[in-house]
């Protein structure tokens, strides 16, 4: 037996497989080819598309910085100082906001904010969480994309300079990552967020891991950000130890088209079957913090399981469900995953939280899910459907058994990091 270490929490976890009937898929190495700040600084200076960052900001003017919450593994202690510096002695640093955004997910603590940006940001510059429901804070922008209502943060919106940083990776119904993601939905309204989130965009056979042109979901986060205006847009590509590998700067969608070029190279691998079992995890810490995220995972191993397969997840879950949000209420308002599949598939009101809970029923109602985590038990995962193991060896073995003696097991170490496929075939 080999063992192959997965991404769980903070320490990993351990999984034997028989190497004879186990496919590995792993991200390809993409060794750091300069230091970051390096990286980083060219790519504010020589952009994509575009002028340079300095040369797009005229002294005395406010900027606004857009940066991912915490359940993202963005590098924004290296991001937003590389802004700063980039922009010393043009703007002062009590007319630079950054903005948090949560979208729809609860704002970062102080100790977060340490965490994520480093004390000297968190000491020198104006950090706000995006609050989606406080409509205080957000202003009317108008009806855009596919009948879109769009609200946006007001700081955002007012600002004179409007900066987007994020990462960008495969996304399980925005194709992508990063970019325009950065401002909506992560700047916007829940009731923007809802519409962006409804059951017939979910639903689309094109809102799904890599794809962006023709994307319902996408089409609309573009048409946002293009009609709202982004100054400059800052992306990085990381490789499977978080590093910086590439980054990306300059006017916001060909900046964001040329990451996800290099996104797809690294983090998407065909494979040359359908498998029995899939085992998979949300990444590690900080992407496995609960179960609302851990349905990226899955959403990853479904691309690769068989109908009527088994996908077992390794998640931490260190926050739950979470118990913020309408996740877990969402959950567990029908008595089976296909009851609530098809219930959220017929809504015509958008609930907040029932994208996850529709990917995840689709899923669920196709195969069998098993969980590992460290901080939800067994029977508050059954009231999401799901089952759980102690033993993730153990519970794979049992799975490869039943379903016969020339059954396939595929193993996703990093979960979403590497989305893998079968050529031609796309769910």
């Known amino acids: 037996m080999d063992t192959v270490r997965l991404a769980y929490g903070e320490t990993g976890l351990d999984l034997r497989v028989d190497p004879a009937v186990t496919t590995v898929v792993t991200p390809k190495h993409h060794p750091v080819s300069a230091p970051p700040r ?10 994509v598309a575009g002028p340079p960052l300095r040369d797009r900001v005229r002294r005395g003017q406010t900027v606004a ?8 593994p963005q590098p924004r202690h290296l991001m937003i100082p590389a802004i700063l510096e980039e922009l010393d002695g043009l703007v002062d640093l009590a007319d630079v906001v950054v903005l948090v955004a949560t979208g729809t997910h609860r704002g970062n603590t102080e100790a977060e904010l340490r965490a994520m ?11 706000v969480n995006h609050d989606a429901r406080d409509r205080a804070s957000l202003t009317w922008m108008g009806t855009l994309g596919a009948d879109v209502p769009v609200w946006l943060n007001s700081e955002w919106v007012t600002a004179d300079v409007r900066i987007t940083t994020g990462f960008v990776e495969p996304h399980f119904f925005a194709g992508f990552s990063g ?10 309204a829940l009731e923007t967020v809802l519409v962006l989130h409804d059951a017939r965009r979910i639903g689309h056979p094109r809102a799904t891991w890599g794809i962006i042109e023709g994307n319902p979901v996408h089409d609309d986060v573009r048409a946002i950000a293009a009609a709202t205006g982004v100054t400059f847009g800052f992306d990085v590509v990381l490789n499977q130890d978080k590093e910086v590998v590439a980054a990306f700067g300059g006017d916001l969608l060909a900046m964001h088209a040329a990451a996800v070029s290099t996104a797809r190279s690294v983090a998407m691998q065909p494979v040359p079957q359908l498998f029995d079992v899939v085992v998979t995890t949300n990444s ?24 009527g397969g088994t996908i077992v997840c390794a998640a931490e879950c260190r926050d739950g469900f979470p118990d913020h949000g309408s996740y877990r209420e969402v959950l567990a308002s029908a008595d089976s995953p296909a009851a609530l599949f098809a219930e959220i598939s017929s809504r015509e009101v958008t609930v907040p939280d ?21 901080h939800l038990s067994d029977a ?16 794979v073995a049992e799975a490869l058994a039943a379903a016969g003696p020339d059954a396939r097991l595929c193993v996703l170490p990093e979960g979403p990091q590497t989305i ?8």
């Open 65 to 72: 910085i857009s940066a991912c919450d915490g359940t993202r």
């Open 354 to 374: 029932q994208w996850q809970v529709q990917i995840q029923a689709r899923i669920q109602a196709d195969c069998r899910v098993v969980m590992r985590t460290s």
């Open 284 to 307: 590690g810490y900080p992407l496995d913090q609960n179960l609302y995220q851990a349905v990226k995972g899955m959403s990853a191993a479904y691309e690769v399981v068989k109908p």
């Open 420 to 427: 893998p496929y079968v050529e031609g075939l796309r769910r």
């Open 380 to 395: 508050q995962l059954a009231t999401a459907h799901l089952s759980q193991t102690a033993d993730i060896s153990l519970a």
């Open 179 to 188: 970019g325009p993601k950065l401002v909506a939905p992560g700047l916007a």
């Open 38 to 47: 390096e990286v980083l600084r060219r790519a504010l200076r020589e952009p």
């Open 117 to 127: 940006f480093g004390d000297e940001v968190v000491d020198t510059v104006r950090i």
